[in-house]
Every structure is written in C-alpha cells, then in structure tokens.
C-alpha cells in the first residue's frame, strides 16, 4: 500500500520546493521547520530511487526526474482536488483555497482506507486487506469523515460503509493515485528500463490477433515489460477502466451515456457473418441462405445488451419467423464448443473466429444478398479516461494496437 511507503505531506513538501525554487521559502509557506523539508526530501529521493533536485547556492530547481514525478504529482493533487470539490458542493468550487486546506489535512492512509473500504463487502473484509483491524480502520476512516467536513459513511449491515458520496469519492481518488504508479514506471523509462505494467481491458474479441499482434512485438523489444490481461462484459470491465483499474479497454465501441468520462478511438470495422461448423446442412448446398431459412435454424446468441446481439434482434426484426435462440452466451469458447458439437449456428464478427476459420473448425454460411446488406458491422477500438495519460511503454504499446488497422485476421 502506498501509504507504508510514502507520505502525501512529503510529496507536498516536494511540490512546494519545485515551486519556489528555494528549501527555505517551501518550508515557510508550508509552516515547517527547514530540516524538516531535507527529511521528506530524502525520503522521497529514497523511495523514487533518483536524484529529484539540483541544489544550488541561489536555490533548487528539479531535475530531469524530478520533473516527470512533479507532472504526476500535479496531475494526482488536480484529480484529489477536483474530486474533493465535487463533493462538498458548488460553495467550495469557489474557494479552491478551502479544498487545499482540508487536502492538507488528510493522507495517503485515510485515502486508502476509503478506497479499500469502497471495494470491500465488509469493514472486516477491508481490514484483512490493508492489513490492520477494523478497529483502527474505523477509526481511520472517521478522521477522514472528520476532515472532510461531510458524511461520507453510513452504517449498514456489515458495519460501517461509504454512502454513495464516499464512493464516488473512492473511486475518483483511486484514480488519482495510479498517477504515482504511471511516475514509477517514467522514472524507469528515464534510465532505460522499460518495466512497467500495462493494464488491458478485452471484451469478447480474445480470439481475435489483434492482442496478440500487438503485445508479442512490443514484448520482443521489451522483455522486461509486464501485460496483464483481464476479460469479462461491457459493464465490468468499464467500471474497472473508471476506477484506474486498467489502463485501457479493447473491444467493440459504445457510444451515449456509457462514455461519460471516457473517450474512444477507432481501430477497425468488424463485420459480422453467419457461424456454423464445416457440415452444417446450409454449407453443403451450392444456394445461399435467405433470411426465413436462417430464422428456421437454432441459434446461439449473444448476451442481450451487447452491439452484436443487437445487430442480430435487428437482422430478424423484420421478418415474418422468430428465430429460435434458445442459448444465449457472451462466452466464445462456449458458442464454438456448441457449434461444432450441433446444427446450430450464431451470429458472430470475422475476426472472431479468424483462427477457427483459418483452421477449418468453422465456417461462415453464405447468404442471400438481403442478408449481407442487414449484417452490419462492429467498430472495434479502444476505450480510455478521458484524463488519462499513457507512459512511454503504455504509448508504445497504443502505437502496436494502431499499426493492426490494416492488417487483416482472416
């Protein structure tokens, strides 16, 4: 945890010299003493495993590293600010002044304890997770309450938990602090050491290339490099993308209310095909399926509320036979197992099943002209905060997944 390793109050005090220029002025401004600042100085210099201040005679000014960890940390102090504004209210929107003295009040633990506490079932739960008792988590949690000057707990069930506020707060600062995680991987990259973690989100495209054309270069050049992947639906992986969670989110694009805060960039468009296996009773004719035929069939679709799924209700919408879906999944693993062991077939995008097809495990059923024209297609990008910004590894990696735009699965 961030807060057995550094203290906020430090990193203000190293904001504060990079402002001024001088120990001296930092340490009026900040009402400590100037030993004091040479101690928090140190520790930070420790903990960063770099040389963040040139001192001169006529004052300090920072150095190349220096200068990467003060941009993160002004990015952090903006996001812990603005979230802290947002919640108190449109009064203390107009006194910045405010905020930043109650920001002076609270550290890295009580911030944790919160966001620990937000992604807990229970105040017990929490407490095994940061290490402590729920006891001192209580506590710790009620000087934030305290500090802050607004309720930000409830007592529920389990014991005490963050009321809606709390959690939004949570949440916003959990991003806030991936600021340091993003400054520990730059100061790395400044000595050549290309050690960061990227964080990726995948939709059900994973049996796509398009990770997998991405990640093996980029892995080639920096083998020191460390990918996580995670998967699972829409709705998941874009909370886990709004709490800093990930770093970004692959896969079909959504559009409307789901983008508050996020923004999207196009990769491809993906166009969707009628799936059954080799034998499948309208592959082994030389005629193309017309619609009533395809709605005469066994379907496996998708997961109501998904792009694809809403291209294939929009497919069969007008026609004079429902189609029967009997199964309905988002797991591709599950829809491919399915299809090849029966007759029936899904609606799923090229890309897909790219090495299936390739392969000769599956295959796309051809289909009338009226088909082809209502299957449509899926924009395939990536999703990101709005606010985020990417390391130089993160960047590299983002330039990967660009240079797949015209290179074609199938």
Known sequence: MIANRLNLRHLRVFMQ???TGSLNRAAAELNVSQPSVTVALAGIEAHFGAKLLNRYAAGSQPTTAGEVLLARLRRMDSQLNAALSHVLGASSQREPAVISKILARISFRQIEALITLSSSSSITEAALSSGGSPAALHRILHELQANIGKTVLVRGPNGVAPNAIGHKLAMHWRVALTELEQADDELRELEGRMEGRIKIASLPLARTLLLARAINPLLATYPAARIEIADGSYELLSRQLRIGASDILIGALRSGSDLVGLKTEALFDDPYAIVGRPGHPLLARSATASLDEL???????????????SAFDALFEKCSISPRASIETSSLVLTRAIILESDRLSM??????????REGLLKCVPVADEVRH??????????????????????????QLRSQRNLPDF
Do not use: D, H, K, Y
Request: glycine share 8%; aromatic share 6%; charged share 25%.
């Open 17 to 19: 010299v990079c402002e």
């Open 295 to 309: 709605a005469q069939q066994e379907w496996v679709a998708q997961s109501p509320g998904t792009p694809i799924r």
């Open 348 to 357: 799923l995008s090229r890309r897909q099943i790219a090495i299936e097809e």
């Open 374 to 399: 209502r299957l449509g297609t899926r924009t395939i990008g990536i999703t990101m905060r709005e606010n985020w910004l990417p390391s130089g590894l993160q960047s590299r990696f983002l330039e």
